[in-house]
């Protein structure tokens, strides 16, 4: 199993779709989410194992996954999964039987004594689980929702990827031997990033990450700074197999860079031919026309030593 995590704009797109060149990977391109988003599974292990708080609350917990998974996810209408459709990347039958399945596992019943993996969703009659068993069983719903689409594609290794991953306990909770790739980005240049998005998907709405300020997107690059750096400081990354892949490494140098990916991951590298046009690397340094005077000295005082000390990237500087 194979976790891309980093901050949003941070190229995890671009890592998970090259990843996902490799002959024996199966890759999502886009991000799935569902583990660490609200109402995900990472949610539901709290809320049916030590946040157990009677049934009522906790039935409301997997009515709502059940919502997120057959409906919030293949939609294509609620924001912010706008345009996203987990049919797209998984094949129907195996991902609605999988989600009925684990719901059936989670519940006894429902209160109008239906089955509880009944397709007409009602009040659930949920289970108490010791943290370890839901954890399996979650972590064997995940692994059929993958894996199976693998198998489809005759591919042997599976890879997700959502920005979160790394910052969430979930993914790694559910599989502790997992390996993590962690893109990472000139800080600036995320902040251009982050600030230009205004639009989400051509239809005029603010985007997802859009905040219009550069001054606004560093603030928020450093919360997240200071969120990782409490989360190492805690241990959480201790024993984690982790890679750092540096966004401007990979633009500029995919054949170097993926070989390294492909050697961590544990597979063979792949032909250089497998990416035939030359990525983009016109991204790089966006913020040097974007940036005002006050823009770069916001940067300095309030993000840059931190960063530094914690990823220390060689655009960065």
């Not at 199976?148 to 993914?171: M, R």
């Amino acid at each position: 199993m194979i976790f891309v995590g980093g901050m949003p704009r941070s190229g995890t797109t671009l890592l998970t779709q090259l990843v996902g060149t490799h002959p024996e990977i199966y890759s999502v391109p886009e991000e799935t989410r569902f583990i660490v988003d609200p109402d995900g599974v990472g949610e539901l292990l709290e809320s049916l194992t030590s946040g157990w708080a009677g049934p009522s609350v906790a039935g409301v917990r997997i009515q709502r996954f059940r919502k997120l998974m057959l409906t919030h996810l293949v939609d294509r209408d609620t924001d912010p999964y706008i345009d996203f459709c987990m049919y797209d990347y998984f094949d129907e039958t195996l991902y609605r039987n999988a989600v009925e399945d684990f719901i059936g596992q989670l519940a006894c019943c429902t209160f109008e004594g239906k089955a509880a993996a009944s397709t007409e969703p009602g009040r659930y009659v949920p289970r108490w689980f010791p943290e370890e068993t839901l954890v399996g069983l979650a972590r064997q719903f995940v692994s059929t929702l993958f894996g199976g689409q693998a198998q489809f594609d005759d591919k042997a290794i599976w890879c997700e990827k959502t920005p979160h991953n790394l910052v969430s306990p979930y993914p790694r909770k559910l599989f502790p031997d997992a390996h993590f790739l962690h893109a990472v980005r000139d800080p600036r240049d995320v902040a251009a990033s982050i600030a230009s998005d205004q639009t989400a998907h051509g239809s005029g709405a603010p985007g997802i990450w859009g905040t219009g300020s550069v001054g606004a997107a560093l603030d928020w690059i450093h919360e997240y700074c200071r969120r990782w750096e409490a989360l190492a400081a805690g241990g959480r990354f201790d024993g984690i197999r982790m890679l750092q892949v540096d966004y401007e490494d990979l633009v500029r140098d995919p054949d170097a860079t993926m070989a390294r990916v492909f050697a961590f991951v544990g597979v063979d590298p792949v032909e250089p031919d497998r990416w035939t046009e030359p990525l983009d690397a016109s991204a790089i340094g966006r913020h040097t026309t974007s940036f005002s005077k006050d823009d770069h000295v916001l940067f300095e005082a309030r993000v840059a030593p931190l960063w530094r000390r914690l990823f220390a990237t060689a655009d960065d500087s």
